[in-house]
């Protein structure tokens, strides 16, 4: 009896340890798969990050367009009032890029009075656009609690990316333009009343306040540009080092 309890035993104990080697080994599956799963949903979240900056670069492009149009055809508006300059040296070391032929005006910046670039102008002032600040996708990552499995390394990218997006394009090109606006309604104008008027720089002439509503725009529109050209170099930045995490899953 002392023998066959002995051999039970054995037997017993053998069975335990093989039922706990597969428990063991399934958990590890289990885990294996798992990971698998969530590296592929993260690579997916991720190539879906590289499209969103990947059409946010166009969005940068044209908000750097937009901007330099602004710039100049603001600074005209000052050129043919016969104001002191707004001297940007006081402000930035940077270069503006000079301005390129867009869309709703394919030519050079005039150099003497045109009514029609005049009007323009004024009817450009208040169109301010954004870029996005933030994707669905980032959002979306971050609420399934995936974002901790990222390396650490691209999080602080990502981070800093919009951060500095949200600091660069605070709207204040917009807020002066309906300052503008304000001003111009006190007066009973709109900035498309300009095509009625024999000489539109009248809005503006012997005019100090408008003049430094003028003068701001410049200046922060100048800023955005610059802003929105180092956006599309750490853009590129974010894609590669996104890539690069891919590359790893």
């Not at 500095?164 to 917009?174: A, E, H, L, T």
């Not at 006190?186 to 306040?209: C, E, F, M, Q, W």
């Not at 100048?222 to 956006?231: C, D, E, Q, V």
Request: hydrophobic share 40%; proline share 4%; glycine share 4%.
């Amino acid at each position: 009896m002392e023998g066959k309890t002995g051999k039970y035993l054995k037997y017993a104990i053998g069975e335990i340890i093989l039922v706990v080697i597969g428990i063991v080994i399934a958990l590890q599956i289990n885990n294996w798969n798992e990971n698998r799963l969530n590296n592929i949903a993260v690579k997916t979240y991720l190539n879906n990050l590289i499209d969103e900056l990947t059409n946010e670069q166009r969005v940068l492009e044209f908000f750097v367009e937009s901007h330099s149009f602004k710039y100049y055809s603001m600074k005209y508006l000052l050129i043919m009032e016969g104001t002191n300059m707004y001297d940007p040296v006081a402000d930035r070391k940077t270069e503006i890029p000079p301005f390129k032929p867009i869309p709703y005006w394919n030519k050079k910046i005039p150099t003497v009075y045109d009514e029609e670039f005049i009007q323009l102008t004024y009817s450009m002032m208040h169109r301010a656009q954004f870029p996005p600040m933030e994707g669905a996708t980032l959002e979306e990552l971050k609420s399934t609690g995936m974002y901790s499995r990222i390396n650490p390394k691209l999080k602080i990218a990502i981070n800093n990316y919009y951060a500095f997006k949200q600091n660069d394009f605070n709207g204040k090109v917009q807020s002066l333009a309906l300052d503008f606006q304000v001003s111009l309604a006190k007066d009973g104008y709109i900035t498309t009343d300009t095509n009625k008027l024999a000489d539109p720089i009248s809005l503006i002439r012997n005019n100090p306040g408008r003049i430094g509503i003028i003068k701001r725009m410049i200046r922060e529109s100048g800023w955005t540009i610059l802003s929105a050209i180092n956006s599309k170099e750490r853009n590129k930045k974010l894609i590669a080092l996104t890539e690069k995490e891919i590359a790893t899953l």
